[in-house]
Nanobody, 116 residues
Framework: QVQVVESGGGLVQAGQSLRLSCAASGSIASINAMGWYRQAPGKQRELVAVTGGGSTDYADSVKGRFTISRDNAKNTVYLQMSSLKPEDTAVYYC???????????WGQGTQVTVSL
């Protein structure tokens, strides 16, 4: 079993910052990638940022404002979000992709709300 737990969401005003954390634990042999997705009301879940295989990738909408980082020793990934906008409001989900079978595990989600 693999557990994925996010933390760090909350309510902030536009222009402020938040940092999300996600820790994976359990039967983890190798992590291929760790990333963040988000889902706003009435919209599909979308990729925010992902890191794996020595590379990172960001959604165009967050480039220059969000930074993803990873602590391999702790199986933890972070998302530093700066200059937040109301359109960043969503539930943010952590994704962990494991092993050669590329099995995906998801956290329960953490709410981020950005007010004007």
């Amino acid at each position: 079993q693999v557990q994925v737990v996010e933390s760090g969401g909350g309510l902030v005003q536009a222009g402020q910052s938040l940092r999300l954390s996600c820790a994976a634990s359990g039967s983890i042999a190798s992590i291929n990638a760790m990333g963040w997705y988000r889902q706003a009301p009435g919209k599909q879940r979308e990729l925010v940022a992902v890191t794996g295989g020595g590379s990172t990738d960001y959604a165009d909408s967050v480039k220059g404002r969000f930074t993803i980082s990873r602590d391999n020793a702790k199986n933890t990934v972070y998302l530093q979000m700066s200059s937040l906008k109301p359109e960043d409001t969503a539930v943010y989900y952590c994704n962990v992709r494991l092993g050669r079978l590329l099995l995906d595990y998801w956290g329960q989600g953490t709410q981020v709300t950005v007010s004007l």
